[in-house]
C-alpha cells in the first residue's frame, strides 16, 4: 500500500484563491517532498522537507511538517490557471533498507478562471 | 543542462513481447530510479540504480529488470508483456540517492501493451 495518502483527492477552486492538500503517512520519514504532475507528464520537483523541519517556503508554496501526527500539508497561495495539476507528496522511511521515495496517489488540484 | 531523456516516448506491444526503455539522467548525475504509473495504483518505484549497481528493488516480479550503464544513461527491461504492464514509465535522476534529493523526472515512456 502507499506509505502517503492525499487528501482530499480531488480539489477545484477559483483562480486567485488559496489551495491547501494534505499529505498522512504510515511510518518515520528522513524527509518528505512534494511534485506536480501536468496531465500525463514527467514530475517536477516543488519542495524537500526534512524530519527535522517544521515548515518551508518556496514562492507561493508553504509546506509544513507534522512529525507526531505523520502528516504535512501544502499551501499554494494566490493559485493560477497553470497551477492546474495533480500534486504527489513523496516519503524517504527510515526503514533500514527501503531508501526509496513513496509516492501517495496525489490531488488533482483544478483552478476555474 | 540538458534535462533527462527517455525514448522510446510511445511504445505500442502485444501480450507475450518483450520491450527496452531508455533514460538519459542529466549530467552529472548518478542515481537512476525508475517507476511505473497506472490509474489504478499510481505512482509505484520499480528500483534504482546508482553507480552501475542497484541499489533497491520494488514489489514487482522478475518480468522487471534493468541496469545502468558506466555513463549513468540507463535501461529497463520488461519480458513476457502482460496487458496489466500498459503504464507510463517515468524514470528521474539526481546526483546522488534518490530519496536524499530532489529527483529530476522525464517526460516518460507511455507503454500499452495489447
Known amino acids: ?113 | 543542462k540538458a534535462g533527462v531523456t527517455q525514448t522510446p516516448r510511445y511504445l505500442i506491444k502485444t501480450r507475450g513481447q518483450q520491450v527496452t526503455l531508455s533514460c538519459s539522467p542529466i549530467s552529472g548525475h548518478r542515481s537512476v530510479s525508475w517507476y511505473q504509473q497506472t490509474p489504478g495504483q499510481g505512482l509505484q518505484f520499480l528500483f534504482e540504480y546508482f553507480s552501475e549497481t542497484q541499489r533497491n528493488k520494488g514489489n514487482f516480479p522478475g518480468r522487471f529488470s534493468g541496469r545502468q550503464f558506466s555513463n549513468s544513461r540507463s535501461e529497463m527491461n520488461v519480458s513476457t508483456l502482460e496487458l496489466g504492464d500498459s503504464a507510463l514509465y517515468l524514470c528521474a535522476s539526481s546526483f546522488y540517492r534518490s530519496s536524499y534529493n530532489e529527483q529530476f523526472f522525464g517526460p516518460g515512456t507511455r507503454l500499452t501493451v495489447l
Open chain 1, 1 to 113: 500500500s502507499q506509505q502517503g495518502e492525499e487528501d482530499p483527492q480531488a480539489l477545484s477552486i477559483q483562480e486567485g484563491e488559496n489551495a491547501t492538500m494534505n499529505c498522512s503517512y504510515k511510518t518515520s520519514i528522513n524527509n518528505l517532498q512534494w511534485y506536480r504532475q501536468n496531465s500525463g507528464r514527467g514530475l517536477v520537483h516543488l519542495i524537500l522537507i526534512r524530519s527535522n523541519e517544521r515548515e518551508k517556503h518556496s514562492g507561493r508554496l508553504r509546506v509544513t511538517l507534522d512529525t507526531s501526527k505523520k502528516s504535512s500539508s501544502l499551501l499554494i497561495t494566490a493559485s493560477r490557471a497553470a497551477d492546474t495539476a495533480s500534486y504527489f507528496c513523496a516519503t524517504d522511511p527510515t526503514v533500514q533498507g527501503a531508501q526509496k521515495l513513496v509516492f501517495g496517489q496525489g490531488t488533482r488540484l483544478t483552478i476555474n478562471p
